[in-house]
């Protein structure tokens, strides 16, 4: 949702990748050994277990930018951890691609959907911070 706050939204998609790491995990668990399924499915969880580290990076980044905004009483101009405006902006594209590819209501719907809104905020935000900083 548009008007979800960044926090909310990285917090919601963090949450989606959780569950389909433990669907994932349940899965390989159950597959024969040493199988060629059972070694894709476990590239996978390792893929996304990194996607999950790097999800709780971006929520601790976020609370200190809220944390500097209760200290200081306005908008930080710029944080320490943002990113090139294009990068951010081609995360955001892949985003909505694998958004278009997923199923409503899936796991990995409501990932990519999280994922499109927190790299809307987070595109937006550098944004302004490149027009403040004119």
């Known amino acids: 949702m548009a008007s979800e706050s960044p926090l909310r939204s990285a917090s ?3 949450l989606a990748r959780l ?3 433990e669907d994932l995990e349940r899965t390989k668990r159950d597959l024969e050994p ?3 399924e059972q070694l894709r499915v476990s590239r996978e969880v390792e893929a996304l277990a990194r996607e999950v580290l790097e999800a709780a ?3 601790s980044d976020l609370v200190e930018q809220a944390a500097a905004t209760q200290l200081s009483g306005t908008r930080p101009a710029r944080a320490d951890s943002a990113r090139e405006i294009h990068v951010i902006l081609g995360e955001w594209r892949e985003a909505e691609r694998i958004l278009a590819g997923e199923t409503p209501g899936s796991t990995g719907w409501e990932t990519a959907r999280a994922d ?3 790299l809307r905020d987070e595109y937006r935000r550098a944004f302004e911070a490149g027009l403040q900083n004119r």
């Open 116 to 118: 499109v809104e927190r």
């Open 12 to 14: 919601a998609s963090f």
């Open 19 to 21: 569950s389909r790491l």
């Open 34 to 36: 040493g199988s060629p």
């Open 57 to 59: 990076g971006v929520q």
